[in-house]
């Protein structure tokens, strides 16, 4: 049974106490920085609920609770930084801050309903609560890192002829060769995030992508918003990607796309799980004394690797780039180029509708604002195609 608590009005209504839900979801995250977090956001917003809106339980929360919260105490503490003589440290933060307290309460309402079963649907959900947020101005990704065509079509094609020639030369290391090749075509092609694709150190939630995730043309992830989404995943892509699946030969669904290749995390997690398994310290011990190379206890014991790291995955990428020769703006090709310079294309040779789908951004506005420095300088050429055409020279 459902813990109960009493009202002021002496009244005991039934459910489960806020506070009670949020001790228990707090429990179950393993990120230290992420539990630290979420228990501020959710406390706060249990005694905003009982002071607002004379609401106390789990089951009592509807999306009109949640819109109000939203509407009123997000909004009334989001000022812009740029302004310090009215920002207070200890009580306003950013609109982006404001998106953050929403992803965290709509990560704990999809807990409340998918895990605990306490709530048919997920309150913060509704549009007419996520429409009610402050515009996230740090969102619009001006003045970053693009990949050009040119760098992406480069890259890609030293990837091919690297995996194409380790297949050729059998002292060639085959598993990385397809591996990097997978990297830059999920990188180039799909519009992720780099911490959508890769591990994120300290958030446990955010393990990479498993092979289980990937279906005919799209990749489930989990967003920004900590909900799960669908990235596009074209056709040749996918070649690439099932390609290298082949060389891994994954042990099963549960492994991770992009493994690590750092032997010593791939030992933690064979240690780690086995104990987990009732195997004892010896015998852990004796299994891989016993074996050739840890990469046949992870497939014999199908224990799942860690994923690579978005900070491994930059260490990739600049390895790669180095290695081709490649660079933009005196820079390695960053992760999160590869995201900005699938936006560009699609927002100057689709349209910008196209490009707000492929990016998963919540408002136009934002696309306009992420890509109207590149579009205005396209512009510029047509105009003066326009005003002087052939006599601008």
């Not at 009109?64 to 919260?69: A, L, P, S």
């Not at 989990?222 to 074209?234: C, I, N, Y």
């Not at 987990?276 to 990469?295: C, G, S, V």
Request: hydrophobic content about 35%.
């Amino acid at each position: 049974m459902a813990p109960t608590q009493t009202g002021d009005d002496g009244r005991e209504p039934q459910g489960t106490r806020l506070e009670d839900a949020i001790d228990r979801r707090l429990r179950g995250i393993d990120s230290d920085r992420y539990r630290e977090n979420t228990a501020t956001v959710l406390r706060e917003l249990a005694a905003w609920l009982r002071a607002h809106r004379d609401v106390e339980t789990v089951e009592a929360v509807d999306d009109d609770d949640c819109r109000r919260w939203v509407q009123t105490y997000l909004h009334d503490r989001v000022v812009d930084e740029a302004h310090p003589l009215t920002f207070d440290t200890d009580r306003n933060f950013s609109a982006a801050s404001a998106h953050t307290y929403s992803n965290i309460a709509r990560a704990f309402f999809s807990w409340c309903v998918d895990g605990e079963q306490l709530l048919a649907t997920n309150p913060m959900q509704p549009d007419r609560v996520k429409d009610e947020l402050p515009e996230d101005t740090e969102e619009v990704e001006q003045g970053q890192q693009f990949w050009s065509a040119d760098a992406r079509e480069a890259l890609l094609r030293y990837v091919d002829t690297e995996a194409h020639d380790a297949l050729d030369d059998d002292a060639r290391d085959h598993e990385r060769a397809f591996r990097d090749r997978a990297i830059a075509y999920l990188l180039a092609d799909t519009g992720a995030r780099g911490a959508e694709l890769f591990a994120v150190s300290g958030d446990s939630d955010r393990n990479g992508i498993q092979w289980r995730d990937l279906g005919d043309g799209a990749i489930r992830v989990l967003g920004k918003s900590r909900d799960r989404e669908t990235v596009q995943f074209p056709p040749t892509t996918r070649k690439k990607v099932d390609r290298y699946r082949r060389v891994l030969e994954p042990a099963s669904e549960d492994w991770p796309v992009i493994p690590t290749a750092d032997a010593t995390s791939k030992y933690r997690a064979v240690r780690q799980t086995l104990a987990d398994r009732e195997f004892d310290d010896e015998e852990i011990e004796t299994i891989l004394d016993n074996a050739d190379n840890i990469d046949e206890v992870l497939r014999e014991y199908d224990v799942a690797p860690p994923a690579l790291t978005t900070e491994g995955a930059r260490r990739v990428m600049r390895q790669l780039c180095e290695d081709a020769g490649l660079a933009v703006d005196g820079e390695y090709l960053k992760p999160h180029g590869g995201r900005r310079g699938l936006g560009h294309r699609a927002y100057t040779e689709l349209s910008a509708e196209d490009a707000q789908n492929i990016l998963r951004h919540r408002s136009i506005e934002t696309t306009h604002a992420s890509y109207t420095e590149a579009n205005t300088s396209d512009l510029s050429e047509d105009v003066d195609d326009l005003l002087y055409g052939d006599d601008s020279a």
